[in-house]
């Protein structure tokens, strides 16, 4: 079963950027993979995802700030977040867009002055 291990998050100004990062231990060229949050007291939801194909799309609420992007060769996605806001505070994580395998530990992105 492919682990996905998040990394990259941290504390942030509003305002300001992150890159995050999704490793997998093996390969995930063959499917979409997307970007999820959680923010205490929500609902996960999908903010990005990004298609076998390369096609990508984003939530409403993210959409021009976020950036989705992968490299198969290192079996590695991304998440560019710029002009980050408080509301983006949450636990991110990767995993598959449609039938999400095992989840990872995700990894905290806290926007606050």
């Known amino acids: 079963q492919v682990q996905l291990v998040e990394s990259g998050g941290g504390l942030v100004q509003p305002g300001g950027s992150l890159r995050l990062v999704c490793a997998a231990s093996?390969?995930?060229?063959?499917?979409?993979m997307g970007w999820y949050r959680q923010a205490p007291g929500k609902q996960r939801e999908l903010v990005a995802y990004i298609t076998w194909r390369d096609t990508t799309n984003y939530a409403d609420s993210v959409k021009g700030r976020f950036t989705i992007s992968r490299d198969n060769a290192k079996n590695t996605m991304y998440l560019q977040m710029n002009s980050l806001k408080p509301e983006d505070t949450a636990a991110y994580y990767c995993?598959?867009?449609?039938?999400?395998?095992?989840w990872g530990r995700g990894t905290q992105v806290t926007v606050s002055s």
């Open positions: 093996g390969s995930s060229s063959t499917y979409d």
């Open positions: 995993n598959r867009r449609l039938n999400p395998t095992s």
